[in-house]
């Protein structure tokens, strides 16, 4: 059991927390850690199944209710009552009823004024839910998911159980990266499923592991692991932003040697501007140049309903990704969750937003963390300023040597289609979309590919070969509404912005 989370659960115990609440579901694992923790003293469990029970014998007390299990610890005699403990599971769908809540505050008053009174709660949940008549007597405790030796032990328990003799010691390394971010009940589903395959594990697993990685983060609901297959050779244009994720890329890859000469752990970089303009391929195709998985933070799936819900999923996501480092953080459209704080905001965000700042400050981890944002005119300054990230990008609508860097990307990936010829005259194409995004060329380039495509098929001729030249995709040009036309006014604010901000330009 992680040392840390048995040393955190004994502090709140010393301290005389009233009401500590553990939000996992491997409930094994929590059990485990309470038993490591408060040893065999008078533990009480209650759960929808079996009622009231004592912890360690099983034993039922006889109370059936919630309510009246809560009620007897109440009215017991403080002087007789040795130091006691109530271990809660489950209880989301009675901790709103008004009895529970008040029997819960009584309680939890009583431990911090009656000194004879020594009853603590712990709650285990799924999921964080504390109703605000509760919620000052409330602290959370957060369990680590397993490091590297944990990882080491889990596995090497996993084969020793299995008999698996063809195992290779030396294939552990190679594991390690799709095993980190998972808890142990994970870690030990994933090897099952990877045995189930050949019988054994191998280093060839990691693709299978990956995929199953991939499926667990996502049924988490906070983070979800991307499979992204660009690079950045992928970007036409922004050869700063390019050079500057391949110079950071060169720095994680070596995180052992940093400490050596002073070097600063990268903390991540902060991508403004025009939408359609690249920056979440930047994104992506960052996982590559730094050979880490990408995990994506949507902020609006961490807001909950519940106090202190919303603040724990993003603890939550935070935990994930440095259990899962290095890995790249990316933080899509960060505007839409803290645009105005400090202003009309309300306290939850405002606490997400003071938690996040905090990581971004203090963090030590290998998680490269890259927030992008369409418009960061609204974001509070706290945000912008060295320190939270080593630099802001500016990305504006791509010049005309960008706009021929983009169709040559996109034309060079078609051309690589077995009946498909290019004969374009790329200066001419750039020439011919003045107020283009990346997404608009890509949008000519498809279309254009696509006609192509169809006049084929009524030819009849399904093996005939098509040419995609400058004349077609410049008289597709001519039909698309570019970005620049459609949202004329909010690309001409944003240009103003840019202009008068201090942002690195990604392009020169």
């Not at 025009?274 to 730094?290: D, I, R, V």
């Not at 202009?499 to 690195?504: L, M, T, V």
């Amino acid at each position: 059991m992680n040392t840390k989370a048995v040393s955190s659960l004994q502090k709140m115990i010393d301290v005389n927390t009233p009401i500590i609440y553990i939000s996992d579901y491997d409930f094994v694992r929590v059990d485990e850690l309470i038993i490591q923790t408060i040893g065999k003293k008078n533990v009480y469990e209650w759960n929808p199944v079996t009622g009231g029970t004592h912890f360690v014998s099983k034993e039922k007390r006889g109370e059936e209710s919630l309510e009246n299990f809560l009620y007897q610890q109440y009215v017991l005699d403080a002087e007789s009552l040795p130091e006691c403990f109530l271990l809660l599971k489950e209880i989301d769908d009675y901790i709103d009823e008004a009895r529970i809540k008040s029997m819960l505050l009584h309680i939890a008053q009583r431990r911090l004024y009656d000194k004879a009174f020594n009853t603590t709660i712990i709650i285990v949940s799924t999921k964080i839910k504390v109703p605000q008549e509760i919620e000052k007597y409330v602290s959370f405790l957060d369990i680590d998911l397993p490091n590297e030796e944990e990882i080491v032990a889990l596995v090497r328990k996993h084969i020793a159980i299995n008999h698996d003799e063809g195992f290779n010691e030396e294939d552990i390394p190679k594991l390690m990266p799709s095993l980190k971010g998972l808890t142990a009940f994970e870690i030990d589903r994933t090897l099952d499923m990877a045995m189930s395959s050949n019988g054994t594990l191998r280093a060839e697993d990691t693709t299978m592991i990956f995929r199953q990685k991939k499926q667990m983060v996502r049924q988490s609901g906070i983070l979800e692991l991307i499979d992204a297959n660009e690079s950045l050779d992928d970007i036409g244009g922004m050869e700063v932003l390019k050079d500057y994720l391949l110079a950071k890329a060169k720095v994680m890859a070596h995180m052992a040697d940093v400490g050596k000469y002073g070097v600063q752990i990268p903390k991540g970089v902060f991508i403004v501007g025009m939408p359609g303009c690249g920056k979440s391929l930047c994104a992506k195709a960052s996982a590559a140049a730094f050979n880490a998985p990408l995990l994506k933070l949507d902020m609006g799936s961490m807001m909950g309903k519940y106090v202190g819900e919303s603040e724990g999923n993003l603890r939550k996501a935070i935990k994930l990704a440095e259990a899962a480092a290095p890995c790249i953080l990316w933080i899509d459209e960060i505007e839409k969750a803290f645009s105005g704080v400090g202003g009309q905001s309300n306290d939850v965000v405002t606490r997400m937003f003071g938690y996040l700042l905090g990581w971004l400050q203090d963090k030590k981890s290998s998680v490269y963390v890259i927030a992008t944002a369409n418009n960061a005119d609204n974001l509070p300054p706290e945000l912008k300023r060295k320190g939270r990230f080593d630099e802001i990008f500016c990305v504006n609508l791509p010049s005309s040597d960008e706009r021929e860097a983009i169709f040559k990307v996109h034309l060079g990936k078609k051309g690589k289609a077995e009946l498909v010829v290019i004969n374009v005259d790329y200066k001419k194409l750039a020439n011919a979309t003045n107020g283009f995004n990346g997404a608009d060329i890509e949008a000519v380039v498809n279309e254009t590919v696509e006609q192509c495509f169809l006049n084929v098929l009524e030819s009849g001729d399904n093996n005939k070969q098509i040419t995609i030249t400058t004349d077609r995709l410049v008289a597709e040009a001519e039909k698309t509404v570019s970005i620049s036309k459609s949202c004329k006014e909010q690309i001409d604010k944003m240009k103003k912005v840019f202009d008068a901000s201090n942002f690195k330009n990604a392009s020169k």
